[in-house]
């Protein structure tokens, strides 16, 4: 993903909800299980890690993107943004 390809993105995620929370009970198979159903159907989906959760918000994120076939977007603060091409039904065209 180039910076332009990753500059659209983020702008189309600033309009959108977080789809899932992060807890203490941080990456859990059903959460893995959740986001990869999620960005199936979606493709570009928002993540809040709340405060209760002691790891860190960029290795929460790669781990994620590494357990989906995602790519992180980006991450602001306590906020994680995920993107992966829909195999079914593709709603987001990224330009080269």
Do not use: W
């Amino acid at each position: 993903m180039n910076s332009k390809q990753r500059a659209y993105l983020r702008n189309l995620s600033s309009t959108i909800q977080p789809v899932y929370q992060i807890g203490k009970g941080s990456i859990t198979p059903e959460l893995t299980k959740g986001l990869d159903e999620a960005l199936e159907a979606r493709e570009l989906i928002k993540i809040h890690v709340l405060k209760n959760c002691f790891d860190d918000p960029k290795e929460l994120a790669n781990t994620l993107a590494e357990r989906t076939n995602s790519q992180v977007v980006h991450v602001i603060g306590k906020m994680i943004v995920l993107y992966r091409k829909s195999k079914s039904n593709p709603k987001i065209i990224l330009k080269e």
